[in-house]
């Protein structure tokens, strides 16, 4: 069974269980959020409320994605609180360490605790060795940018039936990539927006680069810190989705 990941690696202990969020990510409100609720940078802090800015942004991505045309997205989510673990439909329980996307239950799942780490800066990205600083409101955007990004790829074909991998079109690292590329998309049509301030998108590139792996012939390598940076870059840079296809067709 696939689930697909921001980190190569999720572990699996089974705490408690929640329901999923109420609303479906595209039906993000017709005002932009306020600013007490998300658009101010925190640097070194995360919010008291983590549930309220990952729900007010993921409303916000389903709302970007809805007004592109050709689609009409649709993903539940999911944000466990620290210590709380939900079962996927994909049979993975989530961690304080997740952050994925199921597309067996169409539902993007985020621990509070790991966005509050990344925010932070002591994500702990392997044992023993922590992130070297925070990534802010914006590295947390990032995330979420990301695993919406798989929904949309679900919706539009580009990968196969999520319970047999060799049914993939495209090699793994090739979409998770592609998703990193398109979060670029969406944090540039933020900046466009005037929802980003000095530095945000410094922090998104901070925590591209600090999910990156080396594990190449691990069957869930994402790519490299320097590809997932230059991934991101191509969307954040031109800003339109169609650029991410250099990504998608690349050899890597």
């Known amino acids: 069974m696939r689930v697909r990941r921001l980190a190569a690696v999720v572990a699996a202990a089974v705490v408690s269980f929640s329901g999923l969020g109420a609303l479906p990510a595209q039906a993000a409100p017709a005002e932009q959020p306020t600013a007490s609720a998300a658009t101010r940078a925190i640097a070194g802090s995360s919010p008291e409320n983590m549930y309220e800015f990952l729900e007010t942004w993921m409303l916000d991505i389903g709302g970007y994605w809805s007004s592109v045309p050709g689609l009409a997205p649709f993903a539940y989510y999911s944000f466990p609180a620290a210590g709380e673990s ?24 985020v621990s509070q605790s790991l966005a509050a780490r990344i925010w932070d800066g002591t994500f702990e990205i392997y044992p023993g060795q922590f992130a070297a ?8 955007l990032y995330v979420l940018g990301h695993e919406y990004a798989h929904n949309l790829q679900g919706e539009l074909g580009l990968y196969g039936d999520p319970t047999i991998s060799a049914d993939d079109p495209y090699p793994l690292i090739n979409t998770e990539l592609h998703a990193d590329c398109w979060s670029g998309v969406y944090l540039r049509a933020k900046l466009d927006a005037g929802q980003l301030e000095e530095g945000d998108p410094d922090e998104a590139v901070w925590a591209a680069a600090r999910v990156g792996d080396y594990a190449y012939d691990n069957p869930t390598h994402h790519g490299t810190p320097d590809q997932r940076v230059a991934a991101f870059l191509v969307g954040y840079d031109n800003g339109q989705p169609i650029a991410c296809d250099e990504v998608l067709f690349a050899q890597y």
Not at 86 to 109: I, K, N, Q
Not at 133 to 140: E, N, Q, S
């Open 86 to 109: 939900v079962e996927s439909g994909c049979g993975v329980p989530t961690t304080d360490d997740s952050a994925f996307y199921c597309p067996l239950d169409d539902t993007v799942f």
């Open 133 to 140: 600083g925070p990534a802010g409101d914006t590295g947390v």
